[in-house]
Nanobody, 115 residues
Framework: QVQLVESGGGLVQPGGSLRLSCTPSGRIVSLSYTGWYRQAPGKEREWVAGTITGGSTNYAESVKGRFAASKDIDKNTMYLQMDRLKPEDTAVYHC?????????WGQGIRVTVSS
């Protein structure tokens, strides 16, 4: 089993930046996908960004050009760099990892964009 722990959320003013981190623990077997999702208050969870192993990273239109997902293999950590944040980016963000064992989710971390 894989557990995902997120960090880096918080309160930021519009136009500001945050970087979310997601660190998996446990043994990963044949990684196939990593991604980020978010759930705004009163809304359903939506996809933000994702990478199929060996492929390129894709982004939702609402964040394209402002968010960048990456992985640091040495630190075994996923990142979501969020720039030029808008109030509508306010949500609980979840990292997601899929491997041969299953589909795993982080507990979620809150991002609030407000002046």
């Amino acid at each position: 089993q894989v557990q995902l722990v997120e960090s880096g959320g918080g309160l930021v003013q519009p136009g500001g930046s945050l970087r979310l981190s997601c660190t998996p623990s446990g043994r990963i077997v044949s990684l196939s996908y990593t991604g980020w999702y978010r759930q705004a208050p009163g809304k359903e969870r939506e996809w933000v960004a994702g990478t199929i192993t060996g492929g390129s990273t894709n982004y939702a239109e609402s964040v394209k050009g402002r968010f960048a997902a990456s992985k640091d293999i040495d630190k075994n950590t996923m990142y979501l760099q969020m720039d030029r944040l808008k109030p509508e980016d306010t949500a609980v963000y979840h990292c997601n990892l899929r491997d041969a064992q299953g589909n795993f989710w982080g507990q979620g971390i809150r991002v609030t964009v407000s002046s």
